[in-house]
Nanobody
């Protein structure tokens, strides 16, 4: 199975930016589609953004983040990124990466993003 380790979260003021990173390991291939997800307390994981595997130009975003978040990946380093701009308090959540569609046994520890003044 694939393993994911997320980093880059923190406390930021509304309107600020953060860049999250996700390093994949284990049974992972650069051709796999990757997604970023977030989870609010007591809720299930919510899809945020997705990016195609090596050789693909596909990407897509949830309506709530479209135009503010940008997903990218560095296949040579098995790393995916989520650039988050114009952050809002409602973006406060734990952020995770996983395959798309996600596999339950692949969830990592996540990284916490808090947007507050």
């Amino acid at each position: 199975q694939a393993h994911f380790m997320e980093s880059g979260g923190g406390l930021v003021q509304p309107g600020g930016s953060l860049r999250l990173a996700c390093v994949a390991s284990g049974n992972f291939r650069s051709t796999f589609v990757i997604g970023w997800y977030r989870r609010y307390p007591g809720k299930k994981h919510e899809w945020v953004a997705g990016i195609g595997g090596e050789g693909s130009v596909w990407s897509n975003y949830a309506d709530s983040v479209r135009g503010r978040f940008t997903i990218s990946r560095d296949n040579a380093k098995n790393t995916a990124f989520l650039q988050m701009n114009d952050l809002k308090p409602e973006d406060t959540a734990d952020y995770y990466c996983n395959l798309l569609p996600p596999e339950d046994h692949n969830w990592g520890q996540g990284t916490r993003v808090t947007v507050s003044s």
